[in-house]
């Protein structure tokens, strides 16, 4: 039987992704774990962060006979297999090139035409909306429904969250 490393996407539990990282590493599993840096400003100090860029999920390649090793902690809510792991390895090593020039990276959640969202930061803060359409990367233009009346309004995608 031939057991080759092949990727698997770990779905970890809420904030575990460290943790998992760690516990592989002890049991001599090789997992990556894509993270940018975030400079907060605090009361005049500046703090650093490595934080995940895609929270929720670390990447390993592993034999498939070595997943119940990552299951033996309890920082993993399902192990899945990738199906196309050529096309996967070619995104993640893109991926992992970006994050290494310094650029200004974050995720870009799907926030797509159709889709509700509550604007989290601006003047219109707390207001859910549709999406009637995107303009490039950052403009999205929303639907607001007040007193069944809409409003079609211009916001970043910055400021927005799915509902």
């Known amino acids: 039987m031939d057991d080759a490393p092949i990727w698997f996407v770990a779905h ?6 460290k943790k998992l990282c ?3 590493e002890r049991e001599g599993l090789p997992t990556t774990l894509v993270t940018y840096r975030s400079v907060k400003k605090y009361r005049g100090k500046t ?10 999920y670390v990447f ?3 034999p498939s006979l070595s997943r119940q090793k990552v299951f033996q902690s309890d920082y993993v809510a ?3 297999e990738v199906n196309d792991q050529a096309l996967f390895n070619q ?7 970006a994050v290494e020039t310094d650029a200004e990276i974050h995720l870009a ?6 889709r509700k969202v509550l604007i989290k930061s601006g003047p219109l803060r ?3 909306g549709w999406v009637e359409d995107r303009h490039g990367m950052t403009t999205v233009l929303l639907r607001l429904d007040f007193i069944g009346q809409a409003a079609a309004v211009k916001v970043q995608a910055e400021q927005l969250e799915l509902v």
């Open 91 to 97: 995104q993640l090593e893109e991926i992992l090139a």
């Open 60 to 62: 390993l390649k592993i």
């Open 22 to 24: 760690a516990h592989c």
């Open 47 to 56: 703090a650093t962060f490595e934080k995940p860029l895609f929270p929720g």
């Open 78 to 80: 399902n192990l899945l």
């Open 109 to 114: 959640p799907e926030i797509g035409v159709g």
């Open 126 to 128: 707390g207001q859910e």
């Open 12 to 17: 970890t539990r809420p904030r575990c992704e």
